[in-house]
């Protein structure tokens, strides 16, 4: 069989070449005589390996040298315990809630800490961002908690809020599990940022963590040795065994984004192009159907995670996944090769996760199956 179009929100679509290669290093890598699973994560081989995703990562997003780039386990849901843990010496912490995930952290951070809601968007349903300008932010937070990409809403932060030019010397925790290497990252207005790589990076396992070194050192006695930031940066990654095969996976990405162009853009640069062009494409559809409808602000909506609607006889998004008209839509899809578009089970309706290993025709392909589907519909 041919490789579908895999629209998961997550664990999701890699690129193929990255597959590949793995397929054919998986048994002996390098004439190593073994594979990467099976290599002592403190031997010259892999730390290579760690060394070359590292600063591979470093260059792809431009992190400065002030930031260290951790490679941990336990996931973004993970982190919604450790950030707190590492960052807020049990005190208040700021929280903008914007969509599932932030509404998830908040939650997770107070057994650990005073978090406040300094915004929120949940009254409105999450179909805007709460603008920076009305957070109310308290002078004695220890940071500032923003998903910039919420996966399960489908709204996305286009740029980063400036924290000092709201009046607050905190620093911005952000969580970028579903869109990094998506696009460019401003680090001057950011304290740190954290992801699961299971959307646009890897298998799932790793979890990515960069942090500036000022905010190290600061954890809590009940925190986990191998969740203190310090004791992991410390160690490169290595206080305990990391998530080796994941990190080598993840490596290859790195270089597979590196080898990417637009024409003169290469790298995220030229990914962010695609992935604009990519989400331009499929709102055009949505908007201009009478059967798709996406209730997202356009200001703010996501270019990696695209939820939508379909409607019913009456014009009233069709909620019920089991409706006739939901499940005829996702068989016909199947049928195309046009896998895992049913959406979030919190929210229903569909979902297109278009993240950078989704190209350009695989859209293409879902639009005009959009646009046929519609037809026998009428
Ligand atoms: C997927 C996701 C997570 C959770 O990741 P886990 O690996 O399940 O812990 C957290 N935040 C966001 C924004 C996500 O998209």
């Known amino acids: 069989m041919t490789r579908a179009f895999n629209f998961s929100a997550g664990p999701a679509a890699m690129p193929l070449e990255v597959l590949q290669q793995a ?27 760690y060394a070359q995703a590292e600063s ?12 260290k780039i951790l490679f941990m386990q336990g996931g973004g849901i993970a982190e919604n315990a450790i950030v707190p843990l590492n960052l807020s010496r049990g005190g208040v912490v700021d929280f903008v809630v914007s969509g599932s995930w932030s509404q998830k952290s908040l939650k997770e951070a107070a057994r650990y800490c005073t978090p406040k809601v300094a915004a929120s968007s949940q009254a409105s349903g999450f179909k805007s961002l709460p603008a920076p300008s009305s957070w109310q932010l308290d002078d004695d937070a220890h940071y500032v908690h923003l998903c910039t990409n919420e996966t399960i809403h489908g709204v996305e932060c286009h740029s980063l809020p400036d924290l000092k030019a709201l009046g607050s010397n905190a620093p911005l925790v952000i969580d970028f599990s579903s869109h990094v290497l998506s696009r460019p990252l401003d680090w001057s207005r950011v304290g740190l940022a954290f992801g699961g790589a299971q959307k646009n990076i890897g298998p799932a396992g790793v979890t990515l963590v960069v942090v500036r070194e000022d905010l190290l050192g600061h954890a809590l006695p009940v925190c986990p040795s191998a969740f203190d930031y310090r004791l992991v940066a410390d160690n490169d990654s290595m206080y305990n065994t990391p998530p080796t095969y994941g990190i080598y996976m993840a490596g290859l990405t790195f270089q597979w984004i590196a080898r990417q162009r637009e024409g003169d853009l290469s790298g995220v640069a030229a990914l962010e192009q695609r992935n604009i062009a990519k989400a331009q494409q499929l709102y055009h559809c949505i908007d201009h159907s009478q059967l798709y409808v996406n209730e997202v602000d356009v200001s703010c909506r996501s270019r990696m995670n695209v939820p939508f609607f379909l409607r019913g006889d009456d014009g009233q998004p069709l909620l019920d996944a089991a409706h006739p008209r939901n499940a005829a839509f996702l068989d016909g899809a199947k049928a195309r090769g046009l896998l895992q578009l049913k959406g979030h089970k919190s929210v229903g309706g569909m979902r297109a996760s278009l993240y950078n290993a989704i190209p350009l025709e695989g859209v293409q392909a879902l639009v005009e199956y959009l646009r046929d589907f519609e037809k026998t519909q009428a």
Do not use: C, N, Y
Not at 56 to 67: A, E, N
């Open 23 to 49: 397929a054919a290093e998986m048994t002996d890598w390098h004439g190593s005589g073994m594979g990467v699973m099976e290599m002592s994560h403190r031997g010259k081989e892999f730390m290579s390996i």
């Open 56 to 67: 591979d990562f470093r260059s792809l997003l431009q992190v400065p040298r002030h930031f």
